[in-house]
């Protein structure tokens, strides 16, 4: 055995006669570790204790003769592959036979020529060497993992492992002698066996991935090693090639990838890919000189409809978007979730802005025309689009991607479910709106948002019966900006929370402040949004700040718009319920303007209904609208409503809603909006006048 630190081989010396050892002790000394003995016995002893690769074994010996030494050590496995040279002074053949026939590996005859001993002993430790490495091959080439084929130099097959065969469903017999092009699935690139068979010929090594078929036709991806064995001449003998299935790692990277790219909800692109994406398609329209076109959705209703049936019904209508979506496009088309309930759509190779209106409006049609189902909640949505084309309105991504988000909120506001071209315009009106809500952010902190009251007279009388608060911006350089001007967009991106809380709390600190200034309970309406009313933390942030200012029943007076009651009238109730139950006023503003059903309108717990003024506006002018404000203060009235008319300008809407019945008056006839040391005035002059109709404060 090979010492571990020497790296020399073990040889035992086996003779009776101590000369005989010397003179192999010194002819080999130098190259091999040595060990002697000088019986039969005693060699046994010492290749017990530690395995030689190699005995020079004296036939001749009394005792136990070589020829003994050599059937025992026949015997046993441990001992059997010992490489063995008989050494003897006897040179009859049969003796010669005997001893190889037992397994011996050589003999020498004695005397023993030194030059002889020496190279005999290295051939055969050479030959054991080459065998032993030759059996270690042969049991890795069987044993590896990886499937091995060995080709000849005109690649045929002439070998392959077992793990080939598990691999690949051939046995040897199967396929000896084949080009192994059989195994390829037609799926790899022709370039790639091109550079394959170059790197073979020019560096003897290849190795890469292609996709093979299996004999029970499966595809697969492999990773392949390719080497090249050459003769002493240089000359190709085989190719060895090894390989292992990388499906799994594929489909894992493949996973890693989608996951990446995809948004997991939908499967559809997110928006990092999507920019990607575009990017790509931008510069094959540039060099194909196409046109294309961006086009960004956002679903109507969706907020309200994820936060009144959860999360799980407004994600199974998001997943039915994307559907719908990728069945009216083509597979080249991009489409992305943007993020919430906005999406977008890259359409390429568009010829016209025709084609483009056509695949909006199939949109339009398939994303709003049905309802969405999630088990058995039905929802209804409807898309508001907004496109933009390339290179007409842009030619960056950045840019598109700006064009077609102002053309979709023009197509929110113009009554949503539609589909906008941009246009310059727009551009415009985006970035006021952008640059309205960056202000919007420190507004509140700056304290540039004041309350104005406007009051209300009973019709009948003119006594003054309260006022509606109604807030103002005053922003330093853009001056007085209208609320129709930033709350919608407070609404969209939820700043109105914070917006409605500080008006609540200032109106309610107004009554206070009243009361003790006139010793009357004067009350305040305020206007309530969608976003607050569908707000969970609302009853108590009304009742908090009712108990703070020590409001009783009937001082405050919640006022909400026709259209967000009967969005989710169900839900609405139950919130208007508790209100009601608080001891707040509640009322339906701008009546007129929406749908109301009248059987919700009947069970909505509301005290008053506000008539919109585009009917009061039209009194004297539109028949129509003159026979809709009766009708609408018989109806409310038949509902035990009172009705307030807004918006009144004139002497003759005023004798013209006070012959009809209206309850209450409201309008810059009887009084404008007005900072709070102004509205004082009105109060004064109502007291002054003996108009003021209101029960003392407790
Ligand atoms: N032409 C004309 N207009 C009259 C007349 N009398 C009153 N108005 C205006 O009509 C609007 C009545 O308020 P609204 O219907 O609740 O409509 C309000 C309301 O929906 C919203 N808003 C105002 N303040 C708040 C607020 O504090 N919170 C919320 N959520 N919305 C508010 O903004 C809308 C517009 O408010 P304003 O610009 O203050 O406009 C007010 C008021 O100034 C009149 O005789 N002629």
């Given at each position: 055995?090979?010492?571990?630190?020497?790296?020399?081989?073990?040889?035992?010396?086996?003779?009776?006669?101590?000369?005989?050892?010397?003179?192999?002790?010194?002819?080999?000394?130098?190259?091999?570790?040595?060990?002697?003995?000088?019986?039969?016995?005693?060699?046994?002893?010492?290749?017990?204790?530690?395995?030689?690769?190699l005995i020079l074994l004296d036939v001749m010996m009394p005792g136990m003769s070589g020829i003994d030494v050599m059937r025992i050590l026949q015997q046993s496995q441990e001992t059997r592959g010992i490489a063995v040279i008989f050494v003897s002074a006897d040179t009859t053949e049969l003796t010669q036979l005997t001893g190889l026939e037992l397994g011996a590996d050589d003999y020498l005859t004695k005397p023993i020529s030194t030059t002889v001993l020496k190279v005999r002993v290295s051939n055969l430790l050479e030959r054991k060497r080459a065998e032993a490495q030759l059996r270690l091959a042969a049991q890795v080439f069987e044993s590896s993992g990886e499937a091995i084929m060995i080709t000849d130099k005109n690649n045929c097959v002439i070998e392959i492992n077992q793990a080939f065969t598990k691999l690949t469903g051939y046995s040897i017999d199967e396929i000896k002698g084949k080009d192994p092009k059989f195994l390829s699935a037609g799926k790899t690139h022709p370039e790639v066996y091109i550079g394959m068979w170059q790197e073979l010929k020019d560096n003897g090594f290849w190795q890469g991935e292609l996709w093979d078929v299996d004999k029970n036709g499966r595809v697969y991806p492999k990773y392949l090693s390719i080497s090249v064995v050459k003769n002493a001449y240089n000359d190709i003998d085989f190719y060895i090639a090894s390989f292992t299935d990388i499906s799994e790692r594929k489909e894992a990277e493949e996973h890693i990838n989608r996951l990446a790219k995809h948004d997991s909800l939908t499967g559809l692109l997110n928006r990092f890919s999507l920019m990607d994406g575009l990017e790509q398609t931008i510069s094959i329209a540039k060099r194909q000189k196409t046109k294309m076109a961006v086009m960004f959705i956002d679903m109507d209703r969706f907020k309200i409809i994820n936060d009144t049936f959860g999360h799980e019904t407004g994600d199974a209508l998001l997943k039915e978007v994307a559907n719908r979506i990728r069945r009216n496009v083509r597979e080249s088309d991009l489409v992305c979730r943007w993020g919430g309930d906005e999406f977008i759509i890259v359409l390429n190779g568009v010829e016209s802005v025709a084609d483009v209106t056509t695949v909006a409006t199939k949109l339009q049609v398939s994303l709003g025309q049905n309802a969405y189902y999630h088990g058995t909640t039905e929802m209804n949505s409807s898309p508001s689009i907004g496109i933009t084309m390339y290179p007409d309105d842009g030619i960056e991504a950045s840019e598109l991607m700006r064009n077609a988000d102002a053309a979709m909120y023009h197509a929110k506001s113009s009554g949503r479910n539609n589909f906008q071209f941009y246009s310059g315009e727009m551009n415009r009106a985006a970035l006021e709106r952008l640059h309205l809500e960056k202000e919007m952010r420190s507004a509140q902190d700056l304290g540039q948002y004041q309350l104005y009251f406007q009051p209300k007279y009973s019709a009948k009388d003119l006594t003054l019966i309260g006022f509606e608060a109604l807030i103002r911006w005053r922003h330093p350089t853009l001056g007085m900006v209208p609320p129709l001007s930033f709350i919608p967009i407070a609404e969209e991106n939820g700043m109105i929370s914070q917006i409605g809380l500080w008006v609540l709390e200032e109106a309610c600190k107004q009554v206070y402040e009243w009361k003790k200034t006139f010793n009357y309970a004067i009350p305040i309406a305020i206007n309530l949004s969608a976003y607050q009313l569908r707000s969970t933390t609302l009853l108590s942030e009304v009742n908090a700040v009712m108990q703070r200012y020590e409001l009783s029943v009937n001082d405050l007076e919640l006022e909400i718009t026709e259209s967000v009651a009967?969005?989710?009238?169900?839900?609405?109730?139950?919130?208007?319920?508790?209100?009601?139950?608080?001891?707040?006023?509640?009322?339906?503003?701008?009546?007129?303007?929406?749908?109301?059903?009248?059987?919700?309108?009947?069970?909505?717990?509301?005290?008053?209904?506000?008539?919109?003024?585009?009917?009061?506006?039209?009194?004297?002018?539109?028949?129509?609208?003159?026979?809709?404000?009766?009708?609408?203060?018989?109806?409310?009235?038949?509902?035990?409503?009172?009705?307030?008319?807004?918006?009144?300008?004139?002497?003759?809407?005023?004798?013209?809603?006070?012959?009809?019945?209206?309850?209450?008056?409201?309008?810059?006839?009887?009084?404008?909006?007005?900072?709070?040391?102004?509205?004082?005035?009105?109060?004064?002059?109502?007291?002054?006048?003996?108009?003021?109709?209101?029960?003392l404060a407790k």
């Open positions: 055995m090979k010492n571990l630190t020497t790296n020399k081989e073990l040889i035992l010396l086996v003779d009776d006669v101590p000369t005989n050892l010397h003179v192999l002790v010194s002819t080999l000394k130098d190259h091999y570790r040595l060990k002697t003995a000088t019986s039969g016995d005693a060699a046994l002893k010492s290749i017990a204790q530690e395995k030689p690769d009967m969005r989710d009238p169900n839900a609405c109730i139950g919130q208007l319920n508790a209100l009601r139950i608080m001891g707040v006023q509640l009322a339906i503003d701008d009546f007129g303007t929406g749908y109301s059903s009248l059987s919700y309108l009947k069970v909505m717990p509301v005290h008053t209904l506000k008539l919109d003024k585009s009917f009061v506006n039209d009194i004297g002018q539109d028949q129509n609208d003159e026979v809709i404000c009766i009708a609408a203060i018989n109806l409310a009235h038949s509902l035990g409503l009172k009705v307030v008319a807004e918006g009144v300008e004139t002497v003759e809407q005023q004798t013209f809603l006070v012959e009809n019945d209206c309850d209450i008056l409201q309008g810059y006839l009887l009084g404008k909006p007005a900072p709070s040391e102004e509205a004082k005035q009105f109060i004064l002059d109502a007291i002054k006048a003996n108009k003021l109709n209101l029960p």
